[in-house]
């Protein structure tokens, strides 16, 4: 059983080693929570993309949303919505990226696979794997243009990211 109380200090110890330097030559942060640029990227979690270098940006320019698949969840519509009112942000970027594990897998299998090497069932968890990143991007493209809740002059752009060369190709619906 897993102790909720305590902060499991030895599985985190090189992280705060690592934030304990940070800290020495830490200045504070003039930056705002503002986007900078007007930017929010939508990407995945995959530890290959860093978006900032991807796109030229530095800390404080952009807000970036990362999930598995780089999907637009309610959840993330609920953030878009926030932050195009109150942070500044007037483009989004759905960005999606090659070799993804939630693209090409149908999400049986995904379930399957973590049910055979785990034995945990989490079909009551939708993954929302794709068939083909082209399709669920212009899917997603489609569902944040629709957003009646999203400011009319906003944006929206979809582009997959190739973790081999680090190109961005755009794509048109």
């Known amino acids: 059983m897993r102790d ?25 942060s003039s930056l705002s929570g503002w986007a900078a640029r ?21 800390a404080g ?8 698949g780089a ?13 195009s009112y109150l942070l500044g942000v007037e483009r989004i970027l759905i960005m999606p990226h090659t070799d993804c594990r939630m693209v090409g897998s149908p999400e049986a299998a995904i379930h399957q696979t973590i049910r055979e090497q785990h034995g945990i069932d989490t079909r ?7 068939a083909d990143v082209d399709v669920s991007l212009a899917q997603d493209i489609v569902r944040l243009r629709a957003n009646p809740l999203l400011p009319k002059g906003v944006k929206v752009g979809g582009a997959v990211y190739d973790v081999k060369t680090g190109a961005l190709r755009p794509v048109e619906i």
């Open 124 to 130: 009551s968890i939708e993954f929302r794997t794709s």
């Open 4 to 28: 909720s109380k305590r902060f499991p200090i030895e599985a985190f110890v090189d992280v705060l080693d690592a934030n304990a330097a940070h800290q020495e030559s830490y200045a504070g």
């Open 61 to 68: 320019d952009v807000k970036i949303l990362r999930n598995a």
């Open 38 to 58: 007007g930017l929010a990227v939508v990407t995945c979690i995959d530890s290959r993309i860093d978006p900032l270098a991807a796109l030229g940006m530095k």
């Open 71 to 83: 999907r637009v969840t309610e959840d993330v519509q609920r953030t878009l919505v926030l932050a």
